[in-house]
């Protein structure tokens, strides 16, 4: 049973559990990620010198990569390709295999989408502390306890999840901007839990009905055997993307055949449930297209039912509660690189920041394409004994593939290049986003103050051009990610940018895939459009902190404003788009599992089954890593981790 046929698994495999990109003192490791390695480019418009930088510092015994075969300057197990949430998940999982595995990052920070930077404050703040940004997602669910969040999963197989200190809060704000600020409809509080906050919320908001039949749409998606509790019955951990799942899912397939017809439910559109079982209030409607916009960057009518499904537990289950990581999302994939490099009996692991990969090494053998190693920047050229993973996107690795053809006349690897490019161009994409970091004075703001907050008119179409506004303010939970007496703020518009308006400003005129160093200019068009489209960002902020213009030209605040080709540039990603969309035709995405035409090259990510989200690319690296031990270690693995309560 491959990942395609899991697909019809289902989103059963929890991949999807929601760390959505919605998004007391320190404690004294909170403050040891504060200091740890702060990158200065993210989201903004610096530039990252084009040197390779090691990140770790494990014994140099474990780093010893001398090559066998003195064509390559290295030599490794496996190369992952990208530092992303799902390019770490995989590298740690190999590493945990006892693979010799080297991880190689373009940026000059880990964590792809989910990284975090830092500015300096100015010298008037009297201050040596930064502000310290989180660039992407940073609304999570069950990361603080062992369970099925597949990220969850990878730090508890990597031996790194204590590392981090959470802060666990049971809610966020909600902005309906279809009213005026002043009028109590535009205001409600999403409250986590099964104590009817949320439902007397929904009442005040919309009418008894409403909450009615939310009420009892509730009931039906999570009784028992239900949709919301199929969602998450098969792990990650479990699948793999060849044969050998026949094995690692024998002791699932019980379950497997206790989701029944269910799965067909769980892999189309989430509207195919509200219809199934009568939810037909409009504000129910639009609040599930909004929950599945935050998930996916799609409405509801087209994301899978599974990651809605499951966030209805994480968000509705008795007690149920949303994490932060304190010392911001970098603490988080600190663990992850922690979990990389851990010396260990055997396998290591070593990431490698500013080491952009130029080429794959293709050959052609026995009438087959395969990747034997990648050749970066400066010229290294390194091989890969058991494979590369790559976390680019689909479309990005298509161009690099394009980039490695090194003879033409190899007819066979032309062959399979073309059919990765002609996979990425059928490949639908969403929006991209534009981002707003400020540093502001904390002085006179309300003591309550959330952390996360939605503003939206839920009057119009949640895809509607700059429709929602996800923001975070993360130092009501850790103090220390700012100088004493600021906050930091982090706004931006969800997958609903239009790439087209910016592409113009590209040296090219149009995306290749291929990302430079500095590839557009900062013109004075470029600047009243960056303006312009931050305007969004501003007013949804307001609605927030009403002063929050003035609070942000005080002097020492800090105002960093990130375009899509800012998203493009630093976090790799074509189009600076979110992730993919259902191709032409059909309702939802249908994604390709780990393994690519090539022999020897797999692939991870949000462009992989089972898509977007960190635990839908926490998934997937987990199923590529999985992909290239034998099942055996893999069930030696998963039973271990079963003994522990940390798999169920």
């Not at 009418?207 to 919301?228: V, Y």
Request: proline share 5%; with cysteine.
């Amino acid at each position: 049973m491959t990942v395609r046929s899991a697909a019809a698994l289902l989103a059963i495999c929890g991949c999807h559990a929601p760390v959505a990109a919605f998004a007391p003192a320190a404690s004294s490791r909170a403050k040891c990620a504060h200091d740890r390695h702060r990158n200065q480019a993210a989201c903004t418009e610096l530039r990252a010198t084009p040197t390779n930088v090691k990140y770790g510092a494990g014994p140099p015994e474990l780093f010893d990569s001398s090559p066998a075969d003195s064509d390559y300057d290295e030599e490794w197990d496996v190369i992952v390709v990208g530092s992303g949430v799902g390019g770490l998940s995989a590298a740690a999982m190999c590493a945990r295999y006892g693979m010799k595995t080297l991880c190689v990052e373009a940026h000059d920070a880990p964590g792809g989408v989910a990284h975090s930077f830092e500015r300096k404050p100015a010298s008037s703040v009297g201050s040596d502390t930064p502000f310290v940004f989180d660039s992407g997602p940073s609304l999570l669910s069950g990361m603080s306890a062992k369970g099925t969040n597949p990220l969850r999963q990878v730090l508890d197989a990597v031996g790194t999840a204590g590392e981090i200190d959470w802060v666990t809060y049971d809610g966020w704000m909600v902005y309906d901007t279809a009213y005026p600020a002043d009028d109590e409809r535009s205001t409600f509080r999403l409250t986590t839990g099964s104590g009817g906050a949320w439902e007397s919320a929904i009442e005040r908001k919309a009418g008894s009905e409403s909450r009615k039949e939310f009420e009892a749409f509730r009931e039906r998606m999570m009784q028992p055997n239900g949709l919301s509790e199929s969602s998450a019955l098969i792990p990650p951990l479990a699948l793999r993307g060849d044969l050998g799942a026949a094995l690692s899912m024998l002791s699932y397939i019980p379950k497997f055949l206790k989701i029944g017809l269910q799965g067909t439910l769980l892999t189309g559109a989430f509207t195919e449930c509200m219809d199934l079982y009568g939810l037909k209030d409009e504000f129910n409607r639009k609040w599930f297209d909004y929950l599945a916009f935050a998930l996916s960057g799609l409405d509801a009518a087209h994301t899978q039912a599974a990651p809605v499904a499951y966030t209805m537990i994480d968000l509705h289950k008795e007690g149920a509660m949303l994490d932060y990581p304190m010392g911001g999302m970098e603490s988080m994939i600190q663990a992850l690189v922690s979990g990389l490099e851990m010396k260990r009996e055997i396998g290591s692991g070593e990431l490698r920041l500013k080491s952009r990969v130029e080429k794959f090494i293709l050959d052609e053998s026995n009438g087959k394409a395969e990747c034997n190693g990648v050749v970066l920047e400066d010229g290294t050229k390194i091989h890969a004994r058991k494979g590369v993973i790559c976390n680019a996107p689909l479309w990005n690795m298509a161009k690099l593939l394009e980039d490695s053809v090194a003879n033409p006349a190899d007819e066979k690897v032309a062959a399979v290049v073309k059919e990765v490019r002609k996979q990425a161009n059928q490949m639908e994409m969403t929006g991209s986003f534009m981002h707003l970091h400020l540093g502001i004075p904390s002085d006179g703001l309300p003591e309550d103050l959330d952390c996360h907050h939605s503003v939206l008119n839920l009057e119009d179409d949640i895809t509607a051009e700059q429709n929602l506004v996800i923001v975070s303010i993360p130092t009501i939970f850790d103090p220390s990610l700012a100088p004493e007496g600021y906050h930091v703020v982090h706004a931006y518009t969800a997958a609903s940018e239009n790439f087209s308006d910016w592409e113009s400003q590209l040296d090219t005129g149009n995306d290749s895939g291929k990302t430079e160093a500095s590839d557009y200019k900062r013109t004075q068009s470029y600047k009243e459009l960056k303006e312009q489209n931050a305007e969004a960002l501003w007013l949804a902020l307001e609605r927030i902190i009403p002063d929050i213009r003035r609070r942000a030209k005080r002097d020492g605040s800090v105002v960093e404003i990130g375009t899509p080709l800012t998203h493009r540039r630093f976090n790799r990603r074509f189009r600076g788009t979110y992730g993919p969309a259902p191709s032409n035709g059909k309702d939802v995405w249908e994604l390709p599992g780990p393994k690519t035409p090539v022999e020897g090259l797999l692939a991870c990510g949000d462009t992989t089954f089972p898509g977007i989200g960190l635990p839908g690319v926490a998934a997937s690296g987990t199923i590529a890593a999985n992909t290239l031990v034998n099942p055996t270690d893999q069930l030696s693995l998963m039973g271990e981790l079963k003994r522990t309560g940390a798999l169920q």
